[in-house]
């Protein structure tokens, strides 16, 4: 009303102060918040920003929601009577994320450089065809090479600001209750575009002016903490294009999660992003600083990033302090920073502090968008730098680097089928009928061997697939019993009389919280075990096999004076690159990426809005027992939803059959791959040799000699690309 008509009442007044009394809003601030309401001038802009601070809606979103609005009003009043300049807006350059993109352009020149002398000696049967498919491994690895950035936290932290901050711009929805509803993705596109991907397969292109709506939930929803709209949304994510962002110009794909804690499924769904993440940033909030809940969830996430491994460090977790500006004193500042370096010391095991960061996202981005500094914008630009510096010296300088030495080995090994052809042309190198027939049969029994070895992981993928079915059937048996357990610690405030509806939908969301756990716990004690042991039992077998037919090469290039054996050792060590885990050739492989989709494999979206349905009668009133016996009560509805939740968890036996198949699917399918790249280059070996004898064979001198001197051109070429290739990694 002050706002509308120009002036405040005595009354008005001394209700304003007990409100200020109890915010613990300074009196100085309600003075300045007493002028802007009436109307009056000459109010210092410094005055102004820290009143703004001090009306920040995240303050009161522990509070009752009226708290919330009205502070969102007031804000929004705030804005409406301040002169709005036309400043250049200021963005957060990112060179070190520019240069490195240049060095991947420089490498990807070379591919290209490459590529042309290779088809052009593949069309003259010089070298194998398997060598064009490595660099085009190669290649596709360098143009697909992104950066995945997510932002993660407890709802109404300021994920979103920050954000907008990154960005330079306003796009995510921001406020101080529960906002995002889906995952969302931004990346660069050569114009700005919005599409949804629907849960069906789906997806439809929607306009950027619908884009907020479509990102975030309803403000009803969110005060009432229902999951209704995530639970009934058919949106799987949404990807929003843009071809100004800054940091997505430099090949980072940004991606803003749903709240932790909000809900069970989201942050389930929040989970599963954590699998192929870069950097994890996690935001934790000043005014109210690590909770106990909020411990959990962090370090739950560490595990997450480590794919549950026993490593003690998480090198790509950046923890993030938001709401700074809104401390009162240093004595508070220094309290937070001290909490905050036990916390990350002790618990996460973050040692640099380059992981543990100070901010307030709202003043950053708005220094941002004015082009002006302050200790904010010092804060968040030292954050920004911190990011890059992970990104390329730690995440992307590693992945080029490995590009590079995989172009390097291709070089050398095109080298050396160059060589070959070229002994060939100079007749030191003469196949007899005798020995064609030798490489006819070599290439019989490496085929042979392939067939072998493909049946062998068959079979056992089968028993693998049998042992986890078992080992599955086992846990469920306990499993009930194990729920049962837990739902004695369920806790809820509301009445079992007055709020029964809010008291089912607590104990509904710490039953889907067990549970996954429960699959987790199984995921990480059982189906781990299982996967390893599998996947050692292949490697010794492909290992063994790899092994007898390098031994046959070797002994043949020494009888026909051929380098096969050196040409199929660089082309093991290419593969083996992309495929080997520690502990050696194919060591490894897929057991940790299967075990961490395993631990959330089945997240059972619309089990709370079935178990809720399911509970519609109980609602009404009928479970039968006093009005007074609230603990009699309490257990027959925690009776009921583990009734109905584990009856509806039987009913997708065979969905979580499907997927659990598709986790060991996926891991025999990487040392399967590199073994069908190894056979098929060995065998295009002796076939390419085969090939040139007969081609040399019906030439005349002539085309020999023009042979010799293309030879020596197309050679000099490689070593150019090669040295170009070196110049790069000396970089």
């Known amino acids: 009303m002050s706002a509308v008509d120009g002036s405040i009442s005595p009354q008005e007044k001394k209700y304003l102060g007990a409100i200020g009394s109890l915010l613990k809003i300074e009196p100085a601030y309600l003075t300045a918040l007493e002028a802007r309401l009436t109307n009056q001038e000459h109010i210092a802009p410094g005055i102004i920003d820290k009143l703004k601070s001090q009306l920040d809606p995240a303050r009161f979103h522990l509070l009752d929601t009226i708290f919330v609005d009205a502070a969102n009003d007031l804000l929004a009043m705030l804005a409406s009577q301040e002169e709005q300049e036309d400043v250049e807006q200021k963005v957060i350059s990112y060179k070190q994320l520019q240069e490195f993109q240049n060095y991947k352009k420089q490498l990807s020149k070379s591919c290209c450089d490459l590529y042309q002398i290779f088809q052009s ?31 993660v936290g407890e709802f109404s932290q300021g994920k979103s600001t920050l954000l907008n901050a990154l960005l330079g711009e306003e796009i995510q929805p921001a406020r101080a209750i529960p906002c995002s509803g889906n995952i969302t993705v931004l990346k660069y596109g050569d114009k700005k575009r919005v599409t949804c991907f629907y849960k069906d397969g789906e997806h439809q292109e929607i306009s950027v002016d619908k884009y907020k709506e479509k990102a975030s939930i309803s403000k009803d929803a969110a005060r009432d903490h229902r999951s209704d709209e995530l639970e009934q949304s058919k949106i799987e994510r949404i990807v929003f294009e843009h071809p100004n962002l800054a940091l997505c110009k430099n090949g980072v794909e940004i991606i803003d999660s749903p709240g932790l804690n909000e809900h069970p499924e989201r942050t389930a769904i929040t989970q599963k992003l954590l699998q192929d993440i870069d950097v994890a940033i996690v935001m934790t909030d000043a005014m109210r600083l690590l909770p106990e809940k909020e411990k959990e969830l962090i370090q739950d996430i560490k595990r997450q990033l480590n794919k549950n491994s026993s490593n003690s460090s998480t090198e790509n977790l950046f923890l993030v302090v938001n709401f700074m500006d809104l401390l009162d004193d240093e004595e508070d500042h220094a309290d937070v920073i001290q909490r905050i370096e036990i916390f990350a010391s002790h618990t996460l095991s973050i040692t640099t502090k380059d992981r543990i960061h100070y901010i307030s996202a709202k003043a950053a981005l708005k220094s941002i968008k004015s082009g002006s500094k302050n200790e904010y914008f010092d804060a968040f630009s030292n954050f920004t730098k911190s990011i890059e510096d992970f990104l390329v010296t730690e995440r992307g300088s590693f992945q080029v680097k490995q590009c590079a030495y995989e172009v390097l080995g291709l070089i050398q090994e095109g080298l050396s089928s160059m060589n070959q052809a070229e002994s060939l042309l100079n007749g030191e190198i003469i196949i007899s009928e005798s020995e064609k027939r030798k490489i006819i049969e070599k290439i019989g029994e490496v085929s042979g061997r392939h067939v072998k ?94 092994e007898i037919i390098k031994s046959e090469t070797k002994e043949f290039d020494r009888q026909v004076k051929t380098n096969l054996s050196e040409q199929l050792k660089l082309g093991i060590t290419s593969v083996s690159d992309d495929f080997t885990g520690v502990g050696g050739f194919l060591g490894g492989i897929g057991a940790g990426g299967a075990l961490a989709a395993a631990l959330i494999f089945f997240t059972p979206v619309g089990l709370v809005s079935v178990i809720l349905a399911s509970l519609a009668a109980a609602v009404a009133g009928s479970f039968g027992l006093g009005m007074l016996d609230f603990d009699g009560l309490k257990n027959q509805i925690k009776g009921e939803i583990l009734k109905v939740g584990l009856k509806k968890f039987d009913e997708s036996k065979e969905k979580v059959s499907q997927k659990r198949n598709e986790i060991i699917n996926s891991t025999f399918e990487q040392p399967m791959s590199a073994l069908n790249q190894i056979i098929e280059q060995a065998i295009s070996l002796y076939e390419s040799l085969l090939e040139q004898q007969e081609k040399i064979h019906a030439e005349t001198l002539e085309q020999r000699e023009t042979d010799r001197s293309w030879i020596v051109e197309r050679r000099e070429a490689l070593e150019k690309v090669q040295q170009q290739v070196t110049a790069i990694l000396n970089q």
């Open 453 to 546: 070895l493909k049946k062998l992981a068959r079979d056992i993928q089968n028993i693998t697939k049998q042992k986890a079915a078992n080992s599955w059937e086992k846990w469920y048996q306990s499993v009930s019993e194990s729920l049962t357990s837990k739902s004695q610690d369920w806790q809820s405030s509301y009445s079992p009389v007055w709020n029964q509806k809010k008291l089912i939908q607590d104990y509904t969301d710490q039953f889907v919280r067990d549970l996954l756990r429960e699959v987790d716990q199984w995921g990480q004690t059982s189906l781990q075990p299982i996967l390893q042991t599998s996947l050692d039992s292949l490697n010794k077998k492909i290992s063994a096999e790899l």
């Open 121 to 151: 000696c593949n069309e003259r049967k010089f070298i194998a065809h398997p060598l064009i498919e490595g660099l085009e491994r190669v290649s596709e690895k360098l143009t697909s090479q992104k950066f995945n950035l997510a932002v």
